[in-house]
């Protein structure tokens, strides 16, 4: 598999998973992957909830879904309230970031 068809999995299988399941305090979800481990950082604004958690487990076993064994995932769920920077932890690709008044610095990519 080639780096443009896992950054393509990766996309692809991230938008189906946030379909419905992106709450209003999720702020951004960034991935990145090596060698065969594919990794997904939520980050939310404000306590995080069990319901936050959840939904972040889904999105995760939606993108893991889009590879063959041996792939593995790795989770990350961290709070990180607004207006705090979001490039702070990022990894390296962005799958969704939500809007907020301060966007300076983000990619727009």
Do not use: H
Not at 16 to 22: E, Q, T
Not at 31 to 43: D, E, H, I, L
Request: with cysteine; aromatic share 10%; proline share 8%.
């Amino acid at each position: 598999m080639t780096d443009a068809d896992i950054r393509l999995n990766i996309l692809i299988f991230a938008q189906r998973g946030l379909l419905f399941a992106v709450p209003p305090s999720l702020r951004a979800m960034t991935c990145g992957w090596s060698g065969t481990n594919v990794m997904a950082r939520f980050v939310f604004d404000g306590p995080i909830s069990e319901d936050d958690e959840e939904s972040a487990r889904i999105v995760g076993t939606e993108v893991i879904a889009g590879f063959p064994p041996p792939w593995t995932l790795t989770e990350e769920v961290v709070r990180l309230d607004y207006p705090g920077d979001l490039r702070s932890g990022q990894l390296p690709l962005w799958v969704y970031a939500r809007k907020e008044t301060t966007t300076e610095g983000l990619p727009i990519r």
